[in-house]
C-alpha cells in the first residue's frame, strides 16, 4: 500500500502570509494526488484534483503542484477562513491513503 | 445539487456490527461514480474504509477488509456500511462520499455521524 507523509503537522501563519503545505507518497503516484480542507465539525472540502486542478467555487489563491512522489499545496495569501487543517490523498490506487493532516493556525 | 446524509445508530455494542446508510439525492448512484466510507475517530486523521462502484465492485481497505461490507440499493439510492466485531477503536465520525473514477477524488460529503462504541 502506498502510505503518504504530510509535512509540518501544523503551521502558524498571519493573515495575508503565503503558506506551503507538502505532500510525500512512498512511490510514485503520477499526478493522482487530492488535497482536502476541513473546518472543525465539518465535513472536509475538495480543494485539488489531479495535483494542480483546482476544484469549481474553490479560491484561485490555492494551488497545488508536484508529481511523481512530491507535492505541495500553496495558499498564496492566506485569508480567516483558511485555518482549517489540510489532507493530502493519493488517487492513484486503492486503498486511497490520506495524509496525517496540517493544521493552520493563527499566529 | 448532490446531497449526501448518513443515517444510523449513534451507539453500537463492543463485538455487535455498525450499520450504517447513506441517503443520495441529487443524482442516481446508478448512473456511475464510487460510492465510499470514509472515518475519522475523534482528535484523528482521516482513514478510508472502502467504496463501491455504481456496477457494484467493491473495494476495501485491507486493515478493516474482513470486518467490512459495502452494498448499494440502487431503489432508493443510497449505500450503506457494515462493520463487523466493532470495538472502542471503531469510534469515530463516520462519512460518506462522492468519488469521481479518475482522478479518485471525493467532491461531495454528507455531513458526518459520530458512531460511538460502548456497553
Known amino acids: 500500500d502506498i502510505q503518504m507523509t504530510q509535512s509540518p503537522s501544523s503551521v502558524s501563519a498571519s493573515v495575508g502570509d503565503r503558506v506551503t503545505i507538502t505532500c510525500r507518497a512512498s512511490?510514485?503516484?503520477?499526478?493522482?494526488l487530492a488535497w482536502y480542507q476541513q473546518k472543525p465539525g465539518k465535513a472536509p472540502k475538495l480543494l485539488i484534483y489531479?495535483?494542480?486542478s483546482l476544484q469549481s467555487g474553490v479560491p484561485s489563491r490555492f494551488s497545488g503542484s508536484g508529481s511523481g512522489t512530491d507535492f505541495t499545496l500553496t495558499i498564496s495569501s492566506l485569508q480567516p477562513e483558511d485555518f482549517a487543517t489540510y489532507y493530502c490523498?493519493?488517487?492513484?490506487?486503492?486503498?486511497?491513503?490520506f495524509g496525517g493532516g496540517t493544521k493552520v493556525e493563527i499566529k | 445539487q448532490v446531497q449526501l446524509q448518513e443515517s444510523g445508530p449513534g451507539l453500537v455494542k463492543p463485538s455487535e456490527t455498525l450499520s450504517l446508510t447513506c441517503a443520495v439525492s441529487?443524482?442516481?448512484?446508478?448512473?456511475?461514480?464510487?460510492w465510499g466510507w470514509i472515518r475519522q475517530p475523534p482528535g484523528k486523521g482521516l482513514e478510508w474504509i472502502g467504496s463501491?462502484?455504481?456496477?457494484?465492485?467493491?473495494y476495501y481497505n485491507p486493515s478493516l477488509k474482513s470486518r467490512v461490507t459495502i452494498s448499494v440499493d440502487t431503489s432508493k439510492n443510497q449505500f450503506s456500511l457494515k462493520l463487523s466485531s466493532v470495538t472502542a477503536a471503531d469510534t469515530a465520525v463516520y462519512y460518506c462520499?462522492?468519488?469521481?473514477?479518475?482522478?479518485?477524488?471525493?467532491?461531495?460529503w454528507g455531513q458526518g455521524t459520530l458512531v460511538t462504541v460502548s456497553s
Open positions: 512511490q510514485g503516484i503520477s499526478s493522482w
Open positions: 490523498q493519493q488517487a492513484n490506487s486503492f486503498p486511497p491513503a
Open positions: 441529487g443524482y442516481s448512484i446508478s448512473s456511475g461514480y464510487y
Open positions: 489531479a495535483a494542480s
Open positions: 463501491i462502484y455504481h456496477s457494484g465492485s467493491t
Open positions: 462520499a462522492r468519488y469521481a473514477p479518475l482522478p479518485y477524488a471525493g467532491d461531495y
